[in-house]
């Protein structure tokens, strides 16, 4: 990639507002379980973070809405998952630099 496409106004925005809908813990731990996984229901994301169903539910929709989360639906359930792949790196990255060893 070329000096100028890195500072390219559009793939700046557009990345930051990846990074500004990351930007919360309960995100940072549903992006953490969706990169462990393929994909997961609200319900299965809910009860492993065991937090309310309205919560996962409204922090799923703001990680849709910004791009960072895709979603399928398969009978009654919304099947969630990382829109890129490479999301995965960006998540191994903030676990590495939160690693309090």
């Given at each position: 990639m070329k000096n100028k496409d890195l500072f390219n106004p559009e793939r700046l925005q557009k990345a930051s507002k990846i990074l500004k809908a990351m930007a919360h813990p309960l995100r940072v731990a549903i992006?953490?379980?969706l990169?462990?996984?393929k994909k997961l229901t609200v319900t299965e994301i809910h009860q492993s973070l065991n937090i309310e169903q309205s919560t996962t539910s409204h922090h799923l929709g703001i990680l849709k809405d910004?791009?960072?989360l895709l979603s399928e639906r398969d009978g009654?359930?919304?099947y969630y998952f990382l829109q890129n792949s490479n999301l995965k790196h960006i998540i191994e990255?903030?676990?590495k630099c939160t690693d309090c060893d």
């Open positions: 992006l953490n379980l990169s462990e996984n910004k791009g960072v009654k359930n919304s990255c903030l676990n």
